[in-house]
C-alpha cells in the first residue's frame, strides 16, 4: 500500500518561507502525477501544484505561481516530494496534503477525485 507522510508545517510571517516535504514509499508509477492540494477552512480543497513523475514537468496554480516551487527526488525505494514556498501570504493559510495519481497523462488543473494516495496533512499559518 502506498503511504505518503507530509512534514514541514508551521507558523509564519507574512512574506517568510516554508519548505514542506512529502515521503511517498510503495510507489512505484513512474510515469504519474503527485501533487500538493491545500484546504482552508470552510473551502474546497484545492490543487496548487503538481508534477509529472516521469518528465519532470511542473503546474502551479495561478494563486502560487511565481512564490511556490515543487520538485521531486528519488532515493532508496521512496519518491520525496517538496513545496519551497516563498512570499507567504495570510491567504495561504491551509491544511496543505500531498497527493499521488496511479495513472498517467495531462497533469496540470488537479482534480482531487482522480488522486487516489493522499498524506494526512501539515498545517500551514501565515499571520501577523
Known amino acids: 500500500q502506498v503511504q505518503l507522510v507530509e512534514s514541514g508545517g508551521g507558523s509564519v510571517q507574512p512574506g517568510g518561507s516554508l519548505r514542506l516535504s512529502c515521503a511517498a514509499s510503495r510507489y512505484t508509477y513512474s510515469d504519474s502525477c503527485m501533487a500538493w492540494f491545500r484546504q482552508a477552512p470552510g473551502k474546497e480543497r484545492e490543487g496548487v501544484a503538481t508534477?509529472?513523475?516521469?518528465?519532470?514537468?511542473?503546474?502551479?496554480a495561478d494563486s502560487v505561481k511565481g512564490r511556490f516551487t515543487m520538485s521531486q527526488d528519488n532515493a532508496n525505494n521512496m519518491v520525496y516530494l517538496y513545496l519551497q514556498m516563498n512570499s507567504l501570504k495570510p491567504e495561504d493559510t491551509a491544511m496543505y496534503y500531498c497527493?499521488?495519481?496511479?495513472?498517467?497523462?495531462?497533469?496540470?488543473?488537479?482534480?482531487?477525485?482522480?488522486?487516489?494516495?493522499w498524506g494526512q496533512g501539515t498545517q500551514v499559518t501565515v499571520s501577523s
Open positions: 508534477i509529472s513523475t516521469g518528465g519532470g514537468g511542473t503546474y502551479y
Open positions: 497527493a499521488a495519481r496511479n495513472w498517467g497523462g495531462y497533469c496540470s488543473f488537479p482534480r482531487t477525485r482522480d488522486f487516489a494516495y
